[in-house]
C-alpha cells in the first residue's frame, strides 16, 4: 500500500508564508511526477504544480513567482513554499504522486488526504 500524507497547512494572515509537506511511504518502487492540487468547495481542484523526478517545475500561471515547488527523492517528499498568500489562496491542498511499485507495474496516481490553508484578510 501507497500513502501520501501532507502537513503544513494552516491560518495566516495575508502577505505571509507557509510550507506544506507531502511525504509519500509504503511500497514503492520508483516516485516519478509529484505536485500539489488545490480545491474550494463548489469548485473544480485545480494544479498548483508539479517536478518531476529530476527537478523540472511547472506551476499555474496565476501562482508563478510566489509558490516554489522542490522534492527530496532520497525521502520521497514534495513541499510547496508558497509565499504573499492572499485570500484567495484559502483552499484545501492536495498532494498527488504517479507511483511505480514494482519495475514492471504502471505507473499510478495517488492523493493525499488534503490540508487546509486559510488565509485571512
Known amino acids: 500500500q501507497v500513502q501520501l500524507v501532507e502537513s503544513g497547512g494552516g491560518l495566516v494572515q495575508a502577505g505571509g508564508s507557509l510550507r506544506l509537506s507531502c511525504a509519500a511511504s509504503?511500497?514503492?518502487?520508483?516516485?516519478?511526477?509529484m505536485g500539489w492540487y488545490r480545491q474550494v468547495p463548489g469548485k473544480q481542484r485545480e494544479l498548483v504544480g508539479a517536478i518531476t523526478s529530476g527537478g523540472s517545475t511547472n506551476y499555474a500561471d496565476s501562482l508563478k513567482g510566489r509558490f516554489t515547488i522542490s522534492r527530496d527523492n532520497a525521502k520521497n517528499t514534495v513541499y510547496l513554499q508558497m509565499n504573499s498568500l492572499k485570500p484567495e489562496d484559502t483552499a484545501l491542498y492536495y498532494c498527488?504522486?504517479?507511483?511505480?511499485?514494482?519495475?514492471?507495474?504502471?505507473?499510478?496516481?495517488?492523493w493525499g488526504q488534503g490540508t487546509q490553508v486559510t488565509v485571512s484578510s
Open positions: 509504503g511500497t514503492i518502487f520508483r516516485v516519478n511526477v
Open positions: 498527488n504522486a504517479d507511483i511505480k511499485i514494482t519495475p514492471w507495474s504502471p505507473s499510478t496516481a495517488y
